[in-house]
Nanobody, 125 residues
Framework: QVQLVESGGGSVQAGGSLRLSCKVF????????LAWFRQAPGKEREGVAG???????SYSDSVKGRFAISQDNAKSLVYLQMNSLKPEDTAMYYC???????????????????WGRGTQVTVSS
């Protein structure tokens, strides 16, 4: 059974950077998508960035050009490098996993079945 544990959240001023990490425990298989979602108070959970097992990546328009997702297969880690942070990036960030080839295309929370507990990111102006 796959488990996901996030780390790296914190507080930063606008314009700063943070790198989130997601450690994958268990065997994830060969065809999957790992993604980062975020949820701010009173708002719906939204997809931020995803990476498929074949290397394809996907980004929301709001973070494109500022965030980068990457994977270290040897260490079973997925990273989210966040640069030029804005106050509107403040949210709880979750790592999630799904299997098959559609997750990277939809980036819908409904399509992801395994979730971490989240790590808080706070950006002050």
């Amino acid at each position: 059974q796959v488990q996901l544990v996030e780390s790296g959240g914190g507080s930063v001023q606008a314009g700063g950077s943070l790198r989130l990490s997601c450690k994958v425990f268990g065997y994830i298989g060969s065809t999957y998508c790992l993604a980062w979602f975020r949820q701010a108070p009173g708002k719906e959970r939204e997809g931020v960035a995803g990476i498929a097992s074949d290397g394809r990546t996907s980004y929301s328009d709001s973070v494109k050009g500022r965030f980068a997702i990457s994977q270290d297969n040897a260490k079973s880690l997925v990273y989210l490098q966040m640069n030029s942070l804005k106050p509107e990036d403040t949210a709880m960030y979750y790592c999630a996993a799904t299997w098959g080839r559609s997750g990277i295309r939809t980036m819908s929370p409904l399509d992801f079945g395994v979730w971490g507990r989240g790590t808080q990111v706070t950006v002050s102006s």
